[in-house]
T-cell receptor, first 117, second 113 residues
Framework: GAVVSQHPSRVICKSGTSVKIECRSL??????MFWYRQFPKKSLMLMAT?????????EQGVEKDKFLINHASLTLSTLTVTSAHPEDSSFYIC?????????????FGPGTRLLVL | AQSVSQHNHHVILSEAASLELGCNYS??????LFWYVQYPGQHLQLLLK??????LVKGIKGFEAEFIKSKFSFNLRKPSVQWSDTAEYFC???????????FGKGNQVVVIP
């Protein structure tokens, strides 16, 4: 149980275009999902918290107009990188929060490798 | 704000050796503690977690971790590693009522056959 998928797994796009990444919790419902960036040889950087039915909460320094988040259902959150530039090339990872056993656990998707040319 | 420290970023050891990875956190309140593992080319997987109760937690693949509240630590151990344990290991913490995880910088563990 607790499987999270992401689509696409990798994408190459031209500078100036927009890219949408989907995150799905396959076997549980998640009112909250999270979007991270992972840089080479570094830990995960939280970008934003995605809340079902309400606006996302962005971390300091993350442009909300550039990284659009939509949490349309209890199993789907999308991240759209608008007007992508080469510096947006990165590994984007989502997680979905499960509440059980007296606590909260985040389960992670496999990530999406974005390369902007 | 909560923060997590992991030391000895690169660890190289031989099969059958014992492994211990340190994790210290700074947060004064009740915490939930996690260890995640990322095998080469794969995504982050939950290794084990601590919410409450017995401070010695057993996870998958023979791993265990001990929560020592007085030391703000949650060290990960495995008595005898295998080549397949080669991976990056991340400690993570969230304070009670705060759903955001704080990650350590990770330990890159390489097990030599």
């Amino acid at each position: 149980g607790a499987v999270v998928s992401q689509h696409p797994s990798r994408v190459i796009c031209k500078s100036g275009t927009s890219v949408k990444i989907e995150c799905r919790s396959l076997d549980f419902q998640a009112t909250t999902m999270f979007w991270y960036r992972q840089f080479p040889k570094k830990s995960l950087m939280l970008m934003a918290t995605s809340n079902e039915g309400s606006k996302a909460t962005y971390e300091q320094g993350v442009e909300k107009d550039k990284f659009l988040i939509n949490h349309a259902s209890l199993t789907l959150s999308t991240l759209t990188v608008t007007s992508a530039h080469p510096e947006d090339s990165s590994f984007y990872i989502c997680s979905a929060r499960m509440i059980s056993g007296g606590g909260e656990t985040q389960y992670f998707g496999p990530g999406t490798r974005l390369l902007v040319l | 704000a909560q923060s997590v420290s992991q030391h000895n970023h690169h660890v190289i050891l031989s099969e059958a050796a014992s492994l211990e990875l340190g994790c210290n956190y700074s947060y004064g309140g009740t915490v939930n503690l996690f260890w995640y593992v990322q095998y080469p080319g794969q995504h982050l997987q939950l290794l084990l977690k601590y919410f409450s109760g017995d401070p010695l937690v057993k996870g998958i693949k023979g791993f265990e971790a001990e929560f020592i509240k007085s030391k703000f630590s949650f060290n990960l151990r495995k008595p005898s590693v295998q080549w397949s344990d080669t991976a990056e290991y991340f400690c993570a913490v969230n304070g009670y009522g705060n759903n955001r995880l704080a990650f350590g910088k990770g330990n890159q563990v390489v097990v030599i056959p």
